[in-house]
């Protein structure tokens, strides 16, 4: 059977830049195994299978894997495929600016989107909060396995972490931009999904940070975006960050060091004194479209 896919960039709003996803179109008769054979063959960080919904009420049901495991939730497939899904609608007539549902294994994804032209600007609320997940390894072996030193881990009151959102990551602060450009790609056996590094970003105002996420248990060297760490890294926030009552907008720049810069948009909500929502927010434009015959 042919089935339609179509390839986007996601968290950038220019081709051959950000985290490059696959999306298949008209997937319902597929079963698992053979999702997990298409994504090996796309061999990206995420493709994401497009089902019709459960309840009609949504757009449309998503099923998302790497090439080594299906995932309940991920960021940048939620971003992208939201795009693509806002632009056909555009093609049938609709409103450029749509919100609808996206159903995931973690819940309902609730999507507010801009598009036209081929690209667009997504936005989507969590289902879930980010969870604290215990004690990460020790900074020491956190440093050795990612070829830094024990004095590169840490900055502030940011110490190593761990929280989640559906996958898991531990979160490693380092001192620098210089510090964090230096690190490898490491594996300190932590039972994550990935390993989130990052480092404050003085070159504007607000909070802003600079990361790199590592995921050898999936099959991925180095992602260049990754939108389910930044929901996840709303809880580091809470954790180390003194957040008073309000909106707050965090800039993420991710992907710079593999030459594929990704801007992610997270809003972080605090209502006496606990966050109370996530959000999390960029562009996508479309790169190439196709068909499998599978």
């Given at each position: 059977?042919?089935?339609?896919?179509?390839?986007?960039?996601?968290?950038?709003?220019r081709?051959l830049?950000g985290?490059?996803?696959?999306?298949?179109?008209?997937?319902?008769?597929?079963?698992?195994?053979?999702?997990?054979?298409?994504?090996?063959?796309?061999?990206?960080?995420?493709?994401?299978?497009?089902?019709?919904?459960?309840?009609?009420?949504?757009?449309?049901?998503?099923?998302?894997?790497?090439?080594?495991?299906?995932?309940?939730?991920?960021?940048?497939?939620?971003?992208?495929t939201?795009?693509?899904?806002?632009?056909?609608?555009?093609?049938?007539?609709?409103?450029?600016?749509?919100?609808?549902?996206?159903?995931?294994?973690?819940?309902?994804?609730?999507?507010?989107?801009?598009?036209?032209?081929?690209?667009?600007?997504?936005?989507?609320?969590?289902?879930?909060?980010?969870?604290?997940?215990?004690?990460?390894?020790?900074?020491?072996?956190?440093?050795?396995?990612?070829?830094?030193?024990?004095?590169?881990?840490?900055?502030g009151?940011?110490?190593?972490?761990?929280?989640?959102?559906?996958p898991?990551?531990?979160?490693?602060p380092?001192?620098?931009?210089?510090?964090?450009?230096?690190?490898?790609?490491?594996?300190?056996?932590?039972?994550?999904?990935?390993?989130?590094?990052?480092?404050?970003?003085?070159?504007?105002?607000?909070?802003?940070?600079?990361?790199?996420?590592f995921?050898?248990?999936?099959?991925?060297?180095?992602?260049?975006?990754?939108?389910?760490?930044?929901?996840?890294?709303?809880?580091?926030?809470?954790?180390?960050?003194?957040?008073?009552?309000?909106?707050?907008?965090?800039?993420?720049?991710?992907?710079?060091?593999?030459?594929?810069?990704?801007?992610?948009?997270?809003?972080?909500?605090?209502?006496?004194?606990?966050?109370?929502?996530?959000?999390?927010?960029?562009?996508?434009?479309?790169?190439?479209?196709?068909?499998?015959?599978?």
């Amino acid at each position: 059977m042919a089935r339609r896919f179509v390839t986007l960039d996601v968290f950038t709003d220019r081709p051959l830049a950000g985290n490059p996803l696959a999306v298949v179109l008209d997937a319902d008769g597929l079963n698992g195994p053979a999702m997990q054979g298409i994504a090996r063959e796309f061999n990206l960080s995420e493709t994401v299978f497009v089902c019709a919904p459960t309840d009609s009420r949504h757009r449309a049901r998503l099923r998302i894997f790497t090439p080594a495991r299906e995932l309940p939730f991920a960021g940048h497939p939620t971003i992208g495929t939201a795009v693509l899904l806002a632009l056909r609608d555009a093609h049938a007539g609709h409103a450029d600016a749509v919100a609808f549902g996206l159903e995931e294994a973690v819940g309902t994804v609730p999507c507010i989107v801009e598009a036209g032209d081929g690209w667009g600007r997504a936005r989507f609320r969590l289902p879930v909060l980010p969870e604290f997940l215990g004690s990460p390894p020790e900074a020491t072996a956190l440093a050795s396995a990612f070829g830094l030193t024990a004095s590169d881990i840490g900055f502030g009151r940011h110490r190593p972490s761990r929280h989640g959102v559906g996958p898991t990551f531990t979160f490693v602060p380092v001192t620098s931009r210089e510090r964090l450009d230096a690190a490898r790609t490491g594996d300190p056996g932590a039972g994550s999904d990935g390993f989130y590094l990052y480092a404050p970003d003085t070159e504007g105002p607000g909070l802003r940070f600079q990361a790199r996420m590592f995921a050898p248990h999936h099959g991925i060297a180095e992602d260049p975006a990754t939108g389910a760490a930044a929901a996840a890294f709303a809880g580091v926030l809470m954790q180390f960050e003194t957040m008073a009552d309000s909106t707050h907008d965090v800039a993420i720049t991710q992907g710079v060091a593999m030459g594929r810069p990704s801007e992610i948009a997270l809003r972080v909500t605090v209502e006496a004194g606990a966050l109370r929502s996530v959000e999390v927010g960029g562009a996508a434009v479309i790169v190439s479209e196709g068909v499998l015959h599978v």
